[in-house]
């Protein structure tokens, strides 16, 4: 079975920090870009973070841009998107998802440009 799982979420005070992690079975991240989302209440699916097939190419959304860093191990078939400088507007569900097509993130935030999608991780920062 092809699937992505999410973990690492939970509740952290603002300011705080957390690692999420994006781990593949039945099929090897060497080939996709992974990207990472995130949904409030309310809100639209909107990209967080990109990182190519290589490693070599990242992307941000700006509202995460000095605060959030991807990064991808290979060898045990994992993205992480370590999170610093946590604020309360972070505050959402976040996925992870896998694009074959452009594995250099030039599609980024295309929702419809990802094979496939995680199950997602509640992330809630609050006081």
């Known amino acids: 079975q092809l699937q992505l799982v999410e973990s690492g979420g939970g509740l952290v005070q603002p300011g705080g920090s957390l690692r999420l992690s994006c781990a593949a079975s039945g099929f090897t991240l060497d080939y996709y870009a992974i990207g990472w989302f995130r949904q409030a209440p309310g809100k639209e699916r909107e990209g967080v973070s990109c990182i190519?097939?290589?490693?070599?190419?990242?992307?941000?959304?700006?509202?995460?841009?000095?605060r959030f860093t991807i990064s991808r191990d290979n060898?045990?078939?994992?993205?992480?998107?370590?999170?610093?400088?946590?604020?309360?507007?972070?505050?959402?569900?976040?996925?992870?998802?896998?694009?074959?097509?452009?594995?250099?993130?030039?599609?980024?935030?295309?929702?419809?440009?990802?094979?496939?999608w995680g199950q997602g991780t509640q992330v809630t920062i609050s006081s």
């Not at 190519?52 to 000095?66: A, E, I, L, P, Q």
């Not at 505050?91 to 929702?111: M, N, Q």
């Open 75 to 116: 060898a045990k078939n994992t993205v992480y998107l370590q999170m610093n400088s946590l604020k309360p507007e972070d505050t959402a569900v976040y996925y992870c998802a896998a694009d074959g097509l452009s594995p250099d993130c030039s599609a980024f935030v295309r929702l419809d440009e990802y094979d496939f």
């Open 52 to 66: 190519s097939s290589s490693g070599g190419r990242t992307n941000y959304g700006d509202s995460v841009k000095g």
